[in-house]
């Protein structure tokens, strides 16, 4: 193996480390973990025209999120992400800045317009570096 390459897939495996023992702890009790995110979930949301039109709380729990919530498609939420994405309005579908816009589109339906927030851009890192960890730990994937 390269000697750049080994050293590389350690650093690697080191800064990823930390995400992987925080992952593995919230295993040992999921549903306080899920509690938790759910709590972030409706704090954020009830502080949206979104959460208010729901009149979702900080304080609600899981059986008043599902009764607030219903199943929706993203053409319920079409003119909100419009107003967002085109209009520039702020607060709409979520608290936090919209750094990032993508569209995308199914084989079904025209372009749908994904905003991105810094925690969900957050989230996405947490998780690659999960999985990058993850390949790396188990020798799934050797650098060379």
């Given at each position: ?20 023992r ?9 549903r306080?973990s ?11 949301a ?92 188990s020798?799934i994937?050797?650098?060379?």
């Open positions: 193996m390269n000697p750049v390459s080994f050293l590389a897939g350690k650093l690697a495996r080191v800064a990823t480390a930390p995400t992987a925080h992952f593995e702890h919230s295993l040992h009790a999921p306080r899920q509690a938790r995110i759910l709590r972030r979930i409706l704090s954020d009830s502080r949206c025209e979104l959460g208010c039109s729901r009149n979702l709380q900080a304080e609600d729990g899981l059986a008043e999120f599902r009764e607030k919530v219903a199943l929706s498609t993203y053409e319920d939420y079409r003119p909100l992400m419009e107003r967002t994405v085109f209009g520039g309005e702020s607060g709409v579908i979520s608290p936090h800045r919209i750094v990032r816009v993508e569209a995308t589109s199914g084989s079904t339906s025209g372009v749908k317009w994904i905003p991105y927030t810094p925690r969900m851009m957050r989230t996405f890192s947490r998780m690659f570096a999960l999985w990058s960890h993850d390949l790396l730990a020798g994937y050797r650098p060379r």
